[in-house]
């Protein structure tokens, strides 16, 4: 097995998952740390038996240090579909309540999102929750995180 860059091995990595920097750092990517490669959105975390750190890495890196063709790839397709859904979640069609908020059902949960105390609340299930957001967007992208994620 041949070794690069400083005495990490240059094959036999194992996929540990694929995270996606969007929604978290919005503008901001990662470079990938085999490559160097910048602008990386959706990173690939790899682990070795013989290296005790993880590599946070891209699609086309990925797939050379896996050595799996099929596998890295279908895993960021998933996890970019997830992402497309949650960014379409609050543009979806909502209904106006009597109280003045919206409403809608997300995978068979009744999700509301209403303005008070100076933000905005959600409500599952008519559970009120204990957080208030700044924006209605945030409490509907909070709402898809909790019952989707």
Do not use: Q
Request: hydrophobic share 35%; glycine share 8%; aromatic share 8%.
């Amino acid at each position: 097995m041949s070794e690069a860059k400083s005495g990490i091995p240059a094959c036999g990595w194992v996929l540990d998952g694929v995270i996606d920097l969007m929604p978290a750092c919005e503008d901001d990517y990662a470079s990938c740390e085999w490559c160097g490669n910048e602008k990386i959105r959706f990173v690939h975390m790899l682990s070795h038996p013989r290296h005790f750190e993880t590599l946070a890495v891209g699609c086309v890196c990925s797939v050379r240090l896996t050595g799996d063709s099929v596998g890295p790839a279908a895993a960021e397709k998933e996890v970019r579909s997830h992402s497309a859904k949650r960014e379409r979640f609050p543009d979806r069609k909502w209904k106006d309540t009597r109280f003045g908020g919206r409403t809608i059902t997300l995978a068979g949960r009744r999700v509301t999102v209403a303005a008070k105390a100076g933000g905005y609340r959600l409500w599952i299930d008519s559970i009120e929750g204990r957080k208030t957001y700044t924006s209605e967007r945030s409490a509907m992208l909070a709402a898809f995180d909790y019952i989707v994620s």
